[in-house]
């Protein structure tokens, strides 16, 4: 069973799934950070300072505070509702989606391009090549 798991495990599609899984993640790293340090600050500067990753509704509050980040609330043992965070992470999965449909599309274009890439009829053979010369000579006998 050892012996399957290892066959199954090293066949190519296997490799090339794990790398595209850290790739992946890598991908997911880099997009993470561009939404949370580079687009939602502009987008909260463009609306007027709003600053996404404290946007936040105290549901359930013990002390009665009035805090002014989603850390300090949840600090305090307050139940909160993150608006900012799910709107970051919609923009994480916006980002993702469109560039995996530029990568799929990119993909079926180019399959589309060698189906498309008439194929040369193949080049016949030295013996095919010398029976069609006796056929011929022996056509005009």
Do not use: C
Not at 101 to 127: D, H, R, T
């Amino acid at each position: 069973m050892l012996k399957e798991f290892k066959t199954f495990a090293m066949k190519g599609n296997m490799v090339d799934l794990a790398v595209g899984v850290i790739i992946g993640a890598a991908f997911g790293a880099i997009v993470g950070s561009l939404v949370d340090d580079v687009f939602m600050p502009v987008i909260g500067l463009l609306i007027g300072g709003v600053d996404f990753s404290n946007m936040f509704i105290v549901l359930k509050d013990e002390a009665a505070g009035n805090y002014a980040t989603l850390a300090a609330a949840q600090e305090a043992g307050a139940v909160t509702l993150n608006i900012g965070l799910f709107i970051n992470a919609v923009v994480k999965f916006l980002i993702v989606a469109f560039v995996i449909f530029l990568v799929v599309k990119g993909i079926n274009s180019m399959k589309k391009k060698e189906e498309a890439a008439p194929k040369a009829p193949p080049v016949p053979s030295k013996e095919e090549i010398l029976l069609a010369e006796i056929r011929d000579l022996l056509a005009k006998k």
